[in-house]
Structures are given as structure tokens and as C-alpha cells.
């Protein structure tokens, strides 16, 4: 990040400790400034001296009364500019759906609004610093617990390495169903800048800033959020069409057919929503809609969003996805979409990721790689997966030793983005199993290890007692997770079928939340 970037991050946090202290929570700032931000800026390109945008200029407008405004006359003009901006379409629409004014005392709205949002030329060269700014203030409300911001943040390391491998192209549809702030669709865009800017031609320029990046995101202030992320780096038009969908992404296909899928879905509470898949069954939810396109029934939340992502592919299109241990590995549901995963898509490559790098306790995760293929009934894609063991021997903590890019490193060379994997080599970390090997094993588990935590056989490298604790504590809130998934069940009696829950399917519906705020 640069100088200019840390400077204005410096600038915007430290009014946050103002406000903390009138109860306004760090997500609930940067959601403020995301409001004021967008007037602002829309009051900047409306009024501008070369190719002003005119149809902003009521916008613009509204940015003129709060400055012009005080006292009680301010507050009161603000509630009203945010309850009508609500109403519009596009990206207003969603910037503003539903926003509340969340800083009661006049006097420090009018401080944020002359000398934070005013003094700062937000639509001006430059617009990496800004965008990096707000970036980093995001990053910044992942760390307030309280708040649950962390859901949606995705390490930018772990962001940054999956991109790396599918190396989008200027051609590239991109798309994340369960997008947060926007982290994977930046990283996918920043990719694209930096490798093809040069080259890449008008038409595809056009397609890059109005369509070809975009995202669902279930949640209505993490969707703004997501909006103005993209806006401050250059894609989308403040007045244009919105390129960040708000809704639930397994209400229905996603039309697109995007040939690149970068996500990480929230692992969490069961759906509110059961799929009836082909198999034609039914859940026990009061709401249910009609995925004829999904493999098999299921409430669990990460088996549908990877339903989701692998039939909404485009033919010879690529995932990555984050997945939380229990997609690898449970039973009834859980086994039915790993084979069909395995025998219709080429399922390459697995990375095993370490703990202690989200900031949900008690998630352990891994990445799933794999590509469309045409349908050939019989014959599976799948010849050899390739799994990479990042979490053995691997101790993270979120401040004192984060996860950074060149822990990935040695993965990504492994990986050999664009290369033929016939070119892949084998080593301690990164082993071949075949599609026979895969099929054979119980369940078809994919929860495959061979290592050996060092620790557990020299003395001298025993871990310190504080990683220890933590990674006991994680273990018992995933153990717990998992305890009161099934309780749950059991409590819910049957189907409303008749049938029980799929053997092991409940198992993980209620894993602590890590979604993607991803930047």
C-alpha cells in the first residue's frame, strides 16, 4: 500500500475512536462513509469542468445541502437523502438499499462530512489509493468480533494465490455467488490489469468496468460494501448498472455462465431454504425451491453453493472455492456431490490450508480446484487430484504470524499455473491420487493426509503453550459446532418426506461462519 494510501486510512480511522465511543461499531463507520463517499464523489464527476456526468448532478446536489447544513437541519437532511437514494435503481439502489444513519450527534456528522469526506478529491487520478484506502479499512472491520465483519474476509494472501492459479483472462467472465466485499472480483480484476492492461482491446475494456466481474451477496450492508469497493477501483459507473446482485445465489442458476469462479462461501447455520434436487426429495424447511440442476437434496449450505458453482460453470471454466473439512469428507449428501464432482468435472487439485487464519475460530478449510468439461456419460473427467498439505506443521495467528503471500509460494509453483499438469511434480507436500484411488476410499473421502506434525515426534520442537490452547480451543468449537448441528437435527425429527436426514449431512450445517469480505 502506498504512502498516500496509508495516509488516508490514518486519517479515516482515527475519526472511527470518536464515534466508538457514541456506540457506532466499526463496520457501522465504514458503512457510513461508504454513503458519504458515494455523494461526494458523485458531487466530484458532476461537477467537473471536462465530460461532467449530468445525470449525477442530483446527486451532487444532496452532497451540497449536508455541507451547507448544521445542527439538527443536518441530521434531518441526511435521514431524508439516504431514505430516498434507497428507491433508485442500479448501483444506487444497492449503495443505499436500506441505509440508516447511524451517527446520532449532528456535530460529528458535520466534522466527517467537511473534514474527512470534503477535503479529499475522491474521483481524481490516482484511484489505486483510493481503493486501497478503503480496502484497508475493511480489512481493519474484519478484526471487530463483535461485529461479525470477519465473516465475509477472506485472507488477502490466500485471495491473492488462488487468483494466481486460475489466471483470469481479459476474456474472462468472473464471478463470486457468495462475493462479501468484493475481495476475489478485485484480486481477479487486479490480475487482469497488471498481466493483459496493455493489450487488452476497447470492446473488452467496455466489458471489464460494466459486466464481466460481478457478484451476489446475500447480505445488504456487506453488498454496499462491495459496490463501493469496486467503484473506488475503477469498475463500475456510480450511476450505471449494478455489477454486485443482492440475493441468495441458490435461489436460482446463475445466468451468466461465467468462465471463472473464484469464492468462498459462508460456512454457517443450515439454509433458510431447502433444494429439491434431481433426486426429486424434498427437506424439512417451510420454504423450498425447485435446483433441478443440483446433484441431490441437502440443507447444508456448503454442498449446495458447490452445486451451485460447479453446474453454473461455463464449459471449460475453472473454480477455485473455498471448503470447510466436512464437504471432504461426511456421508449421505456429502458423498453423492463428490462423486458426481469427480466423475463429470476434472477435480485437479486440493489445497489443505492451515488454521488459525480466519477469523471464525474453529474453521478448518481447504480450496477445491477444478474445471467444466462437455458431458461424456461414463468416462470421468477426473484422472489424478492433487493435494497440497499446507496445515500440518503449520502454526498462523491472525496478528503475531498471518498468513502472507510467500507462505503460498511453494503451493503456486507446485500448481504450475498454465502449465500441463503432466508437468507437475511430487513432493513431501504435494502428492497425486488417482480418480480409482479417490472412488475406492470410504465415501469417497477427499480429507486425505500423510504427514506427520513434527512436534509430535521431537521434544525440542514442542509448540508454545499459548498455540497450543488455541488450537485445542479450535478443535472444541468445531467439536461443539458439530455436537449441537446434530442435536439440532435429532430435534427436528424427520423429513418432511418421511425420511431422515442423509447419514452425516447435519454434521457441519451449523460450522462457525467464515465467509468471504474478501479483499
Not at 467537473?48 to 451532487?60: E, G, H, Q, T
Not at 445541502?65 to 435503481?89: F, I, M, N, P, Q
Request: glycine share 8%; aromatic share 8%.
Amino acid at each position: 500500500m502506498s504512502a498516500d494510501a496509508r495516509r488516508l486510512v490514518a486519517k479515516l480511522w482515527k475519526y472511527c475512536d470518536v464515534l466508538r465511543d457514541d456506540g457506532v461499531s466499526t463496520i457501522d463507520y465504514v458503512e457510513q462513509l461508504t454513503y458519504l463517499l458515494f455523494l461526494k464523489m458523485a458531487h466530484e464527476r458532476a461537477e467537473r469542468k471536462l465530460n461532467p456526468d449530468i445525470a449525477l448532478r442530483p446527486v451532487a446536489a444532496r452532497w451540497q445541502k449536508l455541507l451547507d447544513y448544521d445542527g439538527d437541519d443536518l441530521e434531518v437532511e441526511y435521514r431524508h437523502t439516504l431514505e430516498e437514494l434507497a428507491k433508485e435503481s442500479g448501483m444506487l439502489g444497492v449503495i443505499f438499499r436500506k441505509a440508516q444513519n447511524r451517527i446520532q450527534d449532528p456535530a460529528k456528522l458535520k466534522r466527517l462530512i467537511v473534514d474527512l469526506i470534503e477535503k479529499e478529491q475522491w474521483s481524481s487520478t490516482g484511484v489505486d489509493v483510493k481503493g486501497d484506502a478503503y480496502e484497508e479499512l475493511l480489512a481493519k472491520s474484519a478484526e471487530d468480533i463483535k461485529s461479525g465483519a470477519g465473516q465475509y474476509f477472506t485472507p488477502r494472501a490466500l485471495t491473492a494465490a488462488m487468483v494466481d492459479c486460475l489466471q483470469p483472462l481479459p476474456g474472462d467472465t468472473v464471478y463470486d455467488p457468495a462475493c462479501g466485499t468484493g475481495g476475489f472480483l478485485l484480486a481477479a480484476a487486479d490480475y487482469i490489469q497488471r498481466h493483459h492492461g496493455a493489450d487488452m482491446t476497447p470492446e473488452q475494456r467496455s466489458a471489464f468496468s460494466r459486466g464481466a466481474i460481478k457478484g451476489t451477496e446475500l447480505v445488504d450492508g456487506t453488498a454496499r460494501l462491495a459496490a463501493m469497493n469496486m467503484i473506488l477501483h475503477g469498475i463500475g459507473q456510480p450511476n450505471g448498472n449494478t455489477l454486485i446482485d443482492v440475493g441468495d445465489a441458490l435461489a436460482g442458476r446463475y445466468g451468466g455462465n461465467p468462465t471463472v469462479i473464484l469464492a468462498n462461501p459462508p460456512f454457517g447455520k443450515k439454509s433458510s431454504i431447502t433444494v429439491i434436487g434431481e433426486d426429486g426429495r424434498a427437506g424439512r424447511d417451510d420454504i423450498a425451491y425447485s435446483r433441478t440442476d443440483f446433484w441431490t437434496t441437502t440443507t447444508n449450505k456448503q454442498l449446495n453453493f458447490v452445486q451451485h458453482i460447479a453446474t453454473s460453470l461455463d464449459v471449460n471454466g475453472r473454480a477455485a472455492v473455498v471448503v470447510p473439512d466436512n464437504v471432504l469428507f461426511e456421508g449421505g449428501a456429502g458423498e453423492t456431490v463428490r462423486r458426481r464432482l469427480l466423475l463429470d468435472y476434472d477435480v485437479h487439485t486440493l489445497l489443505r490450508l492451515p488454521t488459525g487464519i480466519f477469523y471464525a475460530g474453529g474453521v478448518k478449510a481447504n480450496v477445491l480446484f477444478f474445471d467444466k468439461r462437455r458431458a461424456r456419460p461414463g468416462t470421468p473427467w477426473t484422472t489424478t487430484m492433487w493435494v497440497y498439505d499446507l496445515r500440518v506443521g503449520q502454526h498462523f495467528t491472525l496478528k503475531q504470524n498471518p498468513l502472507r503471500r510467500e507462505h503460498l509460494d511453494d503451493f503456486v509453483a507446485c500448481y504450475r499455473p498454465g502449465e500441463p499438469r503432466k508437468t507437475r511434480v511430487e513432493s513431501e507436500r504435494f502428492r497425486p491420487f488417482t480418480y480409482d484411488e479417490l472412488v475406492a476410499r470410504d465415501k469417497a473421502n477427499l480429507d486425505i493426509t500423510w504427514l506427520r506434525d513434527p512436534s509430535l515426534d521431537d521434544a525440542d520442537s514442542l509448540l508454545p503453550p499459548d498455540v497450543i490452547a488455541r488450537e485445542i480451543v479450535e478443535d472444541l468449537e468445531a467439536a461443539l459446532a458439530e455436537f449441537a448441528a446434530i442435536a439440532e437435527s435429532l430435534a427436528a425429527g424427520p423429513r418432511s418426506d418421511g425420511s431422515a436426514e442423509p447419514d452425516g449431512s447435519a454434521s457441519a450445517d451449523d460450522a462457525p461462519a467464515v465467509g468471504e469480505l474478501p479483499l
